[in-house]
């Protein structure tokens, strides 16, 4: 029942999302972000919980677990992501990479023991990025105005759309409801440890913050869009 919940509500999500298409675009100088009252509110509020529950969690988390668990664990997850990444570069039209990130999984999931050990890297199949918000880009759908989400942080109404779509067809949702939430919720603190570094270097580098954050988002997204548009092949002129 209640992933029957999360699906309608990502749903709904998804469809307010790719209604507001219209509203922004990467070529814009500045990130659309008419809603920075809510945002901000938002923004602060994730910085209390990370305070109150997720940075003592990944404080336990790196202190518990060794490094080189750790790093497995990152990579199982990866591995996954990898599945994601090959889908979507497929859907952009991009066969190669789609190709290279297949083969990632391939050797990752035999070879590197499910995903625990990063060959594919080491025999030259490079990690790319790719996601569903991405390849909505790619085919021409706008940003949407800016978005801070609930824990998750900054995003936009496109990329909301995206993160419906993965978690909508996620393998994950096929187990019982409290490995979901045990793997996902896994997943999450892996991530978060991983830009714990990356995290000091934002707070240490801009007084405002919540701008600092949004404009940098911004500009990734914008590059990760581009760089799909870039990469697909022309057909050659007689």
Request: aromatic content about 10%.
């Amino acid at each position: 029942m209640m992933k029957c919940v999360r699906q309608l509500v990502l749903s709904f999500v998804f469809g307010l999302s790719l209604g507001s298409v219209a509203y922004a675009d990467e070529t814009m100088p500045q990130p659309y972000d008419p809603l920075e009252s809510v945002n901000r509110a938002t923004f602060a509020l994730n910085d209390v919980v990370d305070m109150v529950i997720i940075n003592p969690l990944v404080s336990i988390w790196n202190a518990v677990l060794p490094q080189p668990v750790r790093q497995g664990v990152s990579n199982v997850f990866d591995n996954l992501d990898d599945v994601y990444a090959g889908v979507n570069h497929a859907l952009q039209g991009r066969g190669t990479q789609a190709g290279t990130d297949f083969s990632r999984v391939l050797v990752n999931t035999t070879v590197g023991v499910g995903g625990l050990f990063d060959v594919g890297t080491k025999i030259g199949l490079k990690k790319s990025y790719g996601d569903f918000g991405q390849t909505l880009g790619v085919w021409g759908f706008s940003t949407g105005p800016y978005v801070v989400l609930p824990l998750l942080g900054p995003s936009t109404l496109r990329e909301t759309a995206g993160r419906a779509v993965r978690v909508t067809t996620d393998a994950r949702n096929l187990l019982p409801m409290n490995t979901y939430y045990a793997l996902t919720g896994t997943e999450y603190l892996a991530t978060r440890a991983d830009a714990k570094t990356n995290e000091g270097l934002i707070a240490a580098s801009s007084l405002d913050r919540y701008v600092f954050v949004r404009n940098l988002y911004w500009q990734r997204r914008s590059n990760l869009v581009q760089e799909g548009r870039q990469a697909i092949p022309t057909p050659s002129q007689p």
